[in-house]
């Protein structure tokens, strides 16, 4: 019963920062705050649901492969975010055009793929 | 022979004596191994620096878990809010942590936590662009990420 | 309750999919479409999970995870086709 509890409430908590998530990939207004929204939200939704999984199973064998799942995402959601993002930047995808600052325009070398840094600038 | 791996014995050791291999019993076997070893080992220095490092790996996974929930109620409130209230901007930070372990933890970490998700390192390792959502102060920014990177290396270094 | 709760997430999966079906189509450009597989992926490794836990068949646990793996792989996959070259617009 109790059990019952704890699983509905992480799968109902859990699904919804996955709808939100999907409710962010479709509003926010540029592919870098999309990414915010994929990343952490996708992630903890997954995460709960996994865990939900696993409370209602309640098995050694199963309470692993969920763990696994989990720490995968954990791993796997951030990684993914930064080499789509990095390619965003050599594809030269437009970004919101109320960007206060980008530290990040034109400082990958488009031949090399070297990434610069801002002490760039002072040198001659 | 480093710390962790003796006390990963000491705990397969105490799963083995009590005849059961399941997770819980080896995360006991780890506790206990963890305080005979913190207790009878504490002079010797490689030791010593083990028994501050485990408890400054919950401290982080506590803070790390915190800042997941914080983050995502923080995409929640910025999904469900009109998108002109936010001032995003890709701010490049200073970066201490050398090694790969370090920076790909670190980097994880900074993407999971409220409003920030990290872009790339600089090809020299000196500095990491990050997105943030709001920029309202850089400097008290900087100073969060420097936050968070003492308390990885604590555990790394 | 329990009942109750399922059925909710799927509905609020099913949404997310849809939101994110949307994104997939109108783009703007290639990693916009990138992000929203991700997120479908994403979304369909917790549909597997509810479906395993609805029908109490742990198995499908297996296909989760394996989906989680190749959804990964896929979208680095992408990222370093778009930053080594390939067709850069979207038309």
């Known amino acids: 019963m109790i059990n019952d509890l704890l699983v509905s409430v992480m799968l109902v908590a859990g699904t919804f920062f996955m709808f939100l998530a999907g409710i962010g990939v479709l509003r926010m207004p540029d592919l870098l705050m999309r990414m915010h929204a994929t990343t952490k939200a996708g992630t903890l939704g997954a995460g709960l649901v996994m865990l939900a999984v696993a409370t209602h199973f309640l098995d050694a064998g199963v309470t692993a492969r969920t763990l696994a799942i989990i720490l995968f995402i954990l791993l796997t959601a951030p990684v993914a975010a930064h080499a789509i993002g990095r390619a965003a930047y050599f594809v030269g995808v437009p970004l919101w055009d109320k960007m206060l600052k980008d530290d990040l325009k034109n400082r990958y070398d488009p031949d090399t793929h070297i990434l610069g840094n801002p002490d760039d600038d002072k040198q001659p | ?157 | 309750m329990l009942e109750g709760a399922i059925f909710l997430s799927y509905l609020l999966l099913s949404l997310a999919l849809l939101c994110a079906l949307v994104r997939l189509v109108r783009g703007p450009t290639l990693p916009d479409r990138v992000v929203a597989l991700e997120l479908m992926a994403s979304l369909t490794v917790a549909f597997i999970g509810i479906y395993a836990l609805n029908n109490d068949r742990p198995a499908f646990l297996d296909v989760a995870m394996v989906l989680a793996l190749t959804a990964f792989l896929t979208a680095v996959g992408f990222a370093r086709y778009l930053e080594k070259g390939g067709h850069r617009g979207d038309q």
């Open chain 2, 1 to 157: 022979m480093s710390p962790l791996s003796w006390n990963l014995i000491l705990a397969l050791i105490w799963a083995a004596v009590t005849g059961n291999f399941s997770g819980a019993n080896l995360l006991v076997g780890f506790g206990l191994g963890y305080l005979i070893l913190g207790f009878a080992l504490r002079d010797v220095p490689d030791f010593a620096r083990y028994r501050k490092k485990v408890p400054r790996l919950f401290l982080l996974l506590g803070h790390f878990l915190r800042d997941l929930v914080a983050s995502n109620l923080r995409v929640a409130y910025d999904v469900l809010t009109p998108t002109h209230y936010m001032r995003p901007a890709v701010v490049a930070v200073p970066l201490r942590a050398k090694t790969d372990g370090a920076i790909t933890i670190l980097a994880n970490m900074i993407s999971l936590t409220p409003g920030t998700l990290s872009l790339d390192v600089s090809s020299d390792r000196s500095v990491l662009y990050l997105h943030v959502m709001y920029l309202d102060d850089e400097a008290d920014l900087r100073r969060q990420i420097h936050a968070l990177e003492d308390r990885v290396l604590a555990v790394l270094e």
